[in-house]
């Protein structure tokens, strides 16, 4: 440069091309403690101070690339950042300007998870006075998970074999990805406008602590929380826990179990309702031979001739116990007739032995049911049941791509 002053905005200017022109300043990765921090909520951007036992630097992270770091900065935390370095012309200090920013030692799922666990657990979201029971016979679930993974098809076959009386209302969305968040609580919300829902179940299978993310977030957690009834969650297996686990009403250790605690099974209770018929008859039975046994005690104790009135009077008043008992007895029995032959006519409506009766067979192969001639070639061994028996058979000719008359 020659001697012929310059302004003091053009010295920074280019001191600031020299800085900027350097390719080891360009992308560096720096580690060190965190001071200072400010988020200016206006602007989105952070600004802080990174510095060690010997030195500092000033630090700006720009919103576009605060919004993917995974958890909240805090004074005296350690952490790595990758940006550049360049010189703020206004006040002649040099700076970095920081694009991604690390925990360092642990990762930012944990951290980020450990954060909303304590804000929410603080904001009493956990508290076990916030939970809710189950209702005991829901007549319609609302399930919320993936569309295509295992969970959705166990979660559907263990409800209706335990309690296919209940309706099933399928809400499918993404569990992993960007859009997972904002699709679970959209879903959520349209569920909460339906007044006949009795429970929600939502999770998904397990998978890495990446995968299983986006039950972490405190916005789908929060979404949870505002739930008008009941809310299972089912996320990951036995030893994964979530954010939603904690503040759903009921934690499930796989989305099976869920289904399992969610309805009662049909058969239990046909044997519990037949059970307590039979106690109750047992019961009428037993005080009305008590009562028999108590008006001939009396008897005995006087003589006929003596004691005739009394014993007509008493005769009177056991027959009308008698009658009372019997009239009393009979009721109940109609009435648990009646509930039992209501149970017994839906159960029966679902079996397969009723559609085989009308002429139709189960066709099963290796233990697993045929429900297509896609599944089949010439020379498989069948076995077809039938309502009264099965038969053994082997394929001849196979014929697909048009319908076959029955």
Not at 74 to 89: C, P
Not at 154 to 160: E, F, G, S, T, V
Not at 215 to 237: C, Q, T
Request: with cysteine.
């Amino acid at each position: 440069m020659s001697n012929k002053p310059i302004t003091v905005r053009q010295l920074n200017m280019y001191v600031k091309s020299l800085i900027e022109s350097d390719t080891k300043l360009s992308y560096i990765t720096v580690t060190g403690e965190i001071s200072n921090f400010k988020d200016h909520y206006s602007s989105g951007h952070w600004y802080f101070t990174l510095k060690d036992n010997d030195a500092s630097v000033r630090c700006i992270l720009f919103k576009a690339s605060a919004s993917r770091v995974k958890f909240t900065p805090k004074d005296g935390m350690s952490v790595t950042v990758k940006g550049r370095v360049s010189l703020y012309e206004k006040d002649g200090q040099y700076q970095f300007y920081a694009d991604d920013m690390y925990i360092c030692g642990e990762g930012d799922i944990a951290v980020s998870f450990k954060q909303v666990k304590e804000k929410l657990e603080g904001e009493g979201l956990f508290s076990a006075e916030s939970k809710r029971s189950l209702k005991k016979f829901p007549k319609k679930i609302a399930v919320i998970t993936s569309s295509n993974g295992a969970a959705v098809e166990d979660i559907k076959r263990i409800l209706a074999r335990r309690y296919p009386v209940c309706k099933i209302i399928m809400c499918p969305v993404s569990v992993q990805g960007d859009t997972a968040v904002k699709e679970m609580t959209d879903t959520l919300d349209r569920v909460y406008t339906l007044s006949d829902i009795d429970t929600v179940i939502i999770g998904r299978g397990g998978g890495s602590a990446e995968d299983l993310n986006a039950f972490n977030s405190e916005i789908l957690a929060r979404k949870i929380y505002e739930s008008p009834v009941p809310v299972i969650s089912a996320v990951g297996h036995e030893t994964d826990f979530t954010i939603c686990d904690f503040v759903a009403d009921v934690r499930a250790s796989t989305p099976s179990a869920a289904a399992e605690m969610a309805v009662p099974d049909i058969i239990e209770l046909y044997s519990e309702i037949s059970n307590i018929k039979s106690s109750f008859i047992g019961r009428l039975r037993a005080k009305y031979e008590n009562a028999k046994l108590k008006f001939e005690s009396y008897i005995s104790l006087f003589s006929p001739k003596n004691l005739q009135f009394t014993v007509d009077s008493k005769q009177i008043t056991l027959d009308k116990i008698t009658n009372e008992i019997s009239d009393l007895m009979q009721n109940k029995v109609n009435l648990f007739s009646s509930d039992l032959s209501s149970v017994i006519t839906k159960i029966d409506a679902l079996s397969p032995l009723k559609t085989m009766s009308r002429g139709y067979t189960a066709v099963q192969s290796n233990g697993k049911i045929i429900k297509s001639v896609e599944q089949i070639t010439k020379g498989d061994k069948l076995k077809l049941t039938f309502a009264d028996g099965y038969a053994d058979c082997t394929v001849e000719k196979v014929v697909k791509g048009r319908k076959v008359n029955v």
